[in-house]
């Protein structure tokens, strides 16, 4: 009886449940940035390949692409079939997928694994997000949004430092962090249950996406090309300007992501002052001074303001994208709403060193990250004069 009883409190802790949905969110950050440390050393281990650097960055993106591709499907999936099992299912996809660095000897082998995985973290992330919007209301939801953001930046710091330290072991093993998502999926069984379903009356508003959603899907695919520069082009930037090992290299990058969390924890309280619109102009401010500052960066040292600075914007995108969408959602599209953010957002990584690679062939590294911190920063005027045509609340 009392074991009985232990456990149904166990099943009702709501304690558990947030932490449950965090834990599945870290895994969305580990996709990409757990392995960038070791993309210098898996160019050198692939050296006989002529299209090694290519390739190599190309794992690091490739998820992003099949997230795009698949994130609509697993949102209808959700909405029409239930989100538990699914995302158990993607959970041990994405430990199996992941981890395929550690044993496959090709880079068209990993290409394929990676390609896996970017498939599972498109489930695991619109299903996390939708549970989020079908579990809480209000600003119990909008605090929640803004601590996943933080919760999943901190997490990504972590990752990174702890992914640089292997990789100065064996580019091999930080893959092995991906066998991680093993350990969600008993949490996932005990703790989250399948929200209850609603009739809902023939298809009125809530069966097509708002108008203002495809604003919010353009914004957050330019704010990810943008923020993917970092983790795909700073590893080579270090060893170009400072010859430093991946540990350094891992903490560098994963400063950004500490600053991040930081600010997203942040996003509530200024949620409270500002419009959406004024957020996304704060996010490409930063952003473009960050990059700037990087792109006149002569050390290791002097990476880092650029760098910590750049982290503010890259807090604010995701909590607002967020709370924009899971807002103007209804219950009933809520899984397709959010899959179409994820697909942006992933498209946008995926397609990050396809626009800037040719501008750091034409240019530089550094010229790269010149051009676009200019850009940024005409992006974040225009959107802040606009932002005085629109209503103080806007969703």
């Known amino acids: 009886m009392f074991f009985d009883r232990l456990i149904n409190r166990l099943l009702k802790n709501k304690s558990l449940v947030k932490f449950t949905i965090l834990f599945c969110s870290m895994m969305t950050v580990m996709a990409g940035a757990t392995i960038a440390p070791s993309l210098p050393e898996m160019t050198k281990a692939f050296s006989h390949n002529p299209s090694a650097e290519t390739l190599v960055k190309l794992i690091?993106?490739?998820?992003?692409?099949?997230?795009?591709?698949?994130?609509?499907?697993?949102?209808w999936i959700i909405d029409k079939f239930g989100r538990i099992k699914l995302l158990v299912s993607m959970l041990f996809l994405y430990a199996l997928a992941g981890s395929s660095g550690l044993y496959l000897n090709s880079l068209l082998e990993i290409i394929v694994g990676r390609s896996l995985l970017g498939?599972?973290?498109?489930?695991?992330?619109?299903?996390?997000?939708?549970?989020?919007?079908?579990?809480?209301?209000g600003e119990e939801r909008q605090k929640f949004l803004g601590t996943q953001a933080g919760v999943m930046a901190l997490s990504g710091t972590i990752f990174i430092s702890?992914?640089?330290?292997?990789?100065?072991?064996?580019?091999?093993?930080?893959?092995?962090?991906?066998?991680?998502?093993l350990v969600a999926i008993p949490f996932v069984i005990i703790y989250l249950k399948e929200p209850a379903r609603t009739v809902s009356k023939p298809p009125q508003k809530g069966a097509t996406i708002p108008k203002m959603a495809?604003?919010?899907?353009?914004?957050?695919?330019?704010?990810?090309?943008v923020f993917y520069l970092m983790p795909v082009q700073v590893p080579f930037l270090m060893k170009e300007i400072a010859e430093v090992g991946n540990t350094e290299t891992g903490v560098a990058i994963s400063g950004v992501m500490l600053v991040g969390g930081i600010?997203?924890?942040?996003?509530?309280?200024?949620?409270k002052r500002l419009t959406h619109y004024?957020?996304?102009?704060?996010?490409?401010?930063?952003?473009?001074?960050?990059?700037?500052?990087?792109?006149?960066?002569?050390?290791?040292?002097?990476?880092?303001?650029?760098?910590?600075?750049?982290?503010?914007?890259?807090?604010?995108?995701m909590p607002n994208s967020n709370l924009c969408l899971v807002t103007l959602a209804s219950a009933e599209n809520?899984?397709?709403v959010l899959g179409f953010l994820t697909t942006f957002i992933f498209l946008g990584?995926?397609?990050?060193?396809?626009?800037?690679?040719?501008?750091?062939?034409?240019?530089?590294?550094?010229?790269?990250?010149?051009?676009?911190?200019?850009?940024?920063?005409v992006i974040s005027i225009i959107s802040l004069i606009r932002n005085r045509r629109l209503v103080k609340a806007s969703a």
């Not at 498939?119 to 209301?137: P, Q, R, S, W």
């Not at 600010?263 to 949620?271: D, E, V």
């Not at 990584?349 to 200019?374: D, M």
């Open 119 to 137: 498939i599972a973290v498109g489930g695991i992330m619109t299903t996390a997000i939708a549970l989020i919007g079908d579990y809480f209301e």
């Open 349 to 377: 990584q995926f397609a990050s060193p396809l626009f800037f690679q040719p501008l750091v062939n034409a240019t530089s590294i550094k010229g790269a990250f010149l051009y676009l911190a200019v850009g940024l920063v």
């Open 60 to 75: 690091l993106t490739i998820p992003g692409l099949f997230i795009g591709l698949t994130s609509p499907f697993s949102g």
């Open 263 to 271: 600010m997203s924890f942040q996003y509530p309280k200024l949620k």
């Open 162 to 181: 702890f992914g640089g330290f292997l990789a100065d072991i064996s580019w091999r093993y930080p893959f092995a962090i991906y066998l991680m998502a």
């Open 334 to 336: 809520r899984g397709k």
């Open 278 to 317: 004024q957020i996304y102009g704060l996010t490409f401010l930063f952003m473009g001074i960050g990059y700037w500052l990087i792109s006149n960066a002569n050390s290791y040292a002097m990476t880092f303001p650029g760098l910590l600075i750049s982290g503010l914007g890259a807090g604010l995108l």
């Open 214 to 225: 495809w604003t919010v899907y353009l914004i957050s695919f330019l704010g990810m090309v």
